[in-house]
């Protein structure tokens, strides 16, 4: 009697939650539709529960000149998304053995200069080290594309002090990560790309994705990769002739930090393998969502009630529950990835025009999931 209960209960709630979720894309493909309409957005957006996709749609042009539109197999350079990739390589490294996660940087890369930073440091950004933009940068030679191993050189030639105390305090360091790729390598006796493929995107059957060696995307070779805009005087221009956007030359060869290209399918082919444990065992991968702490054991915050993991954001939401995420910005490029394990959810955003308007979106989009 009970059982016949259950099953009449369920034939009524189960079109219940169904005519919900439904209605739910349907108001979320209404507000992206009108972010595309005001041009404020130009992109793919997909979203999954419970491991099925339940919305996946493209707004605008992949190629402006060529008329290409997008689509979900088009491929993104998702910049600083890139990093949880470089930390789960670690991550792998540290599970055979290779490493620890407290062992000192310059174990492994002698001539690395600051004897007290650890890999946990560069995979939580708790370095301290330098900061890039203003100390480093505008020491490179712009006339040639530079990267991993010309900013180790620098560092050991310059010796730069530190931001702060390893450990101390939260700052965000792309090279860290650059320095994570390189340990990756001396480590494994393989180049970056091919690791990440073998150990991570083949696995995970992440056919479009790749951790490449450069981040130029002239010298990117992928047939369904995207062109990046920036909108300018209410016209599309490609964000890297653009010449404020230079640098996309001259650090055209720094990896580890925000060289993958992907595709939103991928990414929640991504978002499969993490949650089915796929790659590591869960005792491992969980490593990953606990945030940095000091010494002493207190909380490292990169704001109020956000803290940072190894390559990810962590924060709660008071509807959706635990939210792991991490954006990523290239000139002409924005990323959003973010994941509501208790919800068994995940939202993925690859935009090709620069938009003022991701934030605002992304709250939107989470509005309509609650």
């Known amino acids: 009697m009970l059982k016949r209960i259950y099953s009449v209960l369920l034939l009524v709630v189960s079109p219940l939650v169904c005519c919900r979720a439904q209605q739910n894309v349907a108001s979320i493909d209404s507000l992206l539709q009108v972010y595309y309409n005001r041009q404020e957005l130009n992109g793919t957006i997909l979203i999954a529960q419970h491991g099925k996709v339940i919305l996946s749609r493209s707004y605008g042009m992949a190629d402006v000149d060529k008329q290409r539109p997008l689509t979900s197999l088009t491929q993104f350079q998702i910049a600083s998304v890139s990093k949880q990739f470089t930390a789960y390589a670690i991550m792998q490294l540290k599970a055979t053995g290779k490493l620890q996660y407290d062992d000192n940087v310059q174990t ?14 560069l995979l939580t ?4 080290l330098p900061d890039f933009w203003t100390q480093i940068r505008p020491k490179l030679d712009t006339s040639k594309s530079n990267g991993n191993a010309d900013m180790l050189a620098y560092l050991a030639e310059h010796k730069l002090p530190l931001q702060a105390a390893p450990g101390t305090k939260w700052i965000y360091c792309d090279i860290g990560f650059d320095l994570l790729a390189t340990l990756i390598e001396r480590l494994s006796g393989m180049n970056y790309q091919a690791f990440l493929r073998k150990y991570l995107f083949e696995p995970a059957s992440m ?13 990117i070779k992928a047939k369904n990769l995207a062109t990046g805009y920036l909108r ?3 016209t599309l221009k490609p964000a890297h002739l653009e010449p404020d956007q230079n640098f996309v030359f001259y650090l055209g060869d720094f990896y580890g930090d925000g060289s993958v290209i992907s595709t939103t399918g991928d990414l929640k082919k991504w978002d499969d393998a993490l949650s089915n444990y796929k790659l590591l065992p869960k005792a491992i991968q969980d490593e990953a969502f606990r945030p940095a702490r000091t010494p002493d054991g207190q909380l490292i915050e990169f704001r109020s009630g956000t803290t940072y993991g190894f390559g990810w954001f962590l924060r709660q939401h008071p509807v959706l529950g635990q939210q792991i995420m991490h954006s990523g910005g ?8 973010a994941r509501f394990p208790d919800k068994q959810l995940c939202v993925v955003i690859c935009m090709n025009v620069e938009s003022k308007k991701l ?7 989470l509005f309509h999931l609650q």
């Open 108 to 121: 492994y890369l002698p001539t690395f200069p600051y004897p007290n930073i650890t890999i946990r440091h």
């Open 125 to 128: 950004h708790t370095s301290g």
């Open 207 to 219: 056919n479009d994705t790749e951790a490449l060696l450069v981040t130029d995307i002239r010298r």
């Open 232 to 234: 300018r005087n209410n």
């Open 330 to 337: 290239q000139p002409g490029f924005q990323t959003w990835f």
């Open 359 to 365: 934030d605002e979106i992304t709250k939107g989009i």
